[in-house]
């Protein structure tokens, strides 16, 4: 058997749905594991605004207490209005993000150990005791609120700055033609519901049906469960939104892939 032909994700189509501007490492990754990748995303990023009141407001968040990071997004765009320091803990929601903000020069990030998740970095001893102080959460509106509930039923006094936004891709013919030629042995990568009710909303009935013919790989079971209510019928979780975990997931489903071709 040649090399080639050992590599895990060999002769499989993988849609790999990150937002504008951010699945092409992923892209390679595929393509070294022997796998086709096909860019298809379903948000993209921008800037929240107006930029001045929302440096005004992050910086005073970071004089506060507890300033928590939502995603590597958030950092990347909090980072374009102001340095990222001052006298608060900042945490991060999952690996990703705190490598992140180490990138941006903060060495100290309270961060889950286990569950890269909102939930995991909950139950970091340094969020335990939290009644009485300042606790910003930074990122783009219409997420869960789980970070948001949770801190303000201990007591926190819990603000948002939304330093960016999540729109709609724009899909055009390439994405459409792509899609055309799938044949139900794929994989799609998801780790958010959003880019999943946004790609369901950019294709007609048809279209989708070729995507939801494929195997979703889900970053948590949320994800799944909205991906079986899209269509899916295959979902295979993988451990986290993580690029490695999703890569790990893909691999296992390429053996239905496999079983169907």
Do not use: N
């Amino acid at each position: 058997m040649s090399a080639i032909s050992r590599q895990p994700l060999c002769g499989v189509r993988v849609l790999v749905t990150r937002p504008v501007g951010q699945g092409r490492a992923l892209a390679r990754q595929v393509r070294a594991l022997g796998g086709e990748p096909l860019l298809l995303p379903g948000v993209a990023l921008r800037a929240a605004g107006p930029q001045a009141s929302l440096r005004v407001e992050l910086e005073s968040a970071l004089d506060g207490d507890v300033v928590l990071f939502t995603s590597p997004a958030a950092v990347r765009f909090a980072a374009r209005l102001a340095p990222l320091d001052g006298r608060a803990r900042i945490g991060a929601v999952g690996r990703a993000t705190a490598d992140a903000l180490r990138r941006h020069g903060v060495e100290d990030v309270i961060a889950p150990a286990d569950r890269q998740d909102s939930e995991g970095l909950l139950a970091h001893p340094a969020l335990a005791a939290v009644r009485g102080r300042a606790v910003t959460v930074v990122g783009a509106p219409g997420g869960r609120g789980v970070l948001q509930k949770r801190l303000r039923g201990c007591g926190a006094r819990v603000a948002d700055v939304h330093v960016y936004r999540r729109v709609p891709a724009r899909l055009d013919r390439r994405h459409r033609q792509a899609v055309d030629g799938l044949r139900g042995c794929h994989v799609v990568l998801l780790s958010s519901t959003q880019t999943l009710r946004h790609l369901q909303a950019a294709f007609d009935d048809a279209h989708w049906q070729r995507v939801v013919a494929g195997v979703a790989v889900v970053s948590s079971e949320r994800v799944g469960a909205a991906a079986r209510r899209a269509g899916f019928a295959r979902v295979v979780r993988a451990a986290s939104a993580l690029t490695s975990a999703l890569l790990a997931g893909a691999e296992r489903a390429a053996g239905e892939v496999a079983s169907v071709q």
